[in-house]
């Protein structure tokens, strides 16, 4: 558990193994509601399927960049830049994203209309997003040497 808070190699895989997770768990939903409703491809216009459906979809939109972005920033000699910092982006953004996925996939799962669950995850989600783009912008304008 420590390498999760010491390490963002390990921080960034321990957010990559919840997230896909969260996928799994979102598509086995899609699954249980295509054999509840006996439907095999879209949403043969069953309102049951809509919220399973794009909480899944929603999810794949919107998660692979955001660990995107945290990968690049494993790899970018964060640490090596002067930033100390580099482990608490990591989990700035893998605790924003995750809990923001999480929230984002239960509000739309009970119910397509707006929600505050579904509010709060996206807003979560994308605060991941920002934390990831400002830090690789600061990185590329600020670092004296590129990490190889």
Request: aromatic share 10%.
């Amino acid at each position: 558990m420590s390498l999760i808070l010491e390490s963002s190699y390990y921080a960034f895989a321990f957010y990559a193994a919840i997230n896909a997770l969260i996928m799994l768990v979102l598509g086995m939903l899609v699954t249980r509601a295509r054999v509840r409703t006996q439907t095999d491809i879209g949403d043969a216009g069953k309102p049951e399927m809509a919220g399973p459906l794009r909480a899944h979809g929603n999810n794949t939109e919107w998660t692979p960049m955001a660990l995107l972005l945290m990968w690049v920033l494993t790899g970018m000699g964060f640490s090596n830049s002067g930033l100390s910092a580099s482990i608490w982006v990591i989990q700035g953004m893998g605790v924003t994203l995750t809990l923001g996925r999480i929230l984002h996939g239960i509000g739309i799962t009970r119910s397509i209309r707006p929600s505050p669950l579904r509010f709060a995850g996206m807003i979560l989600t994308w605060i991941s997003y920002v934390i990831g783009i400002v830090a690789i912008l600061w990185l590329v304008f600020t670092s004296g040497t590129a990490a190889t």
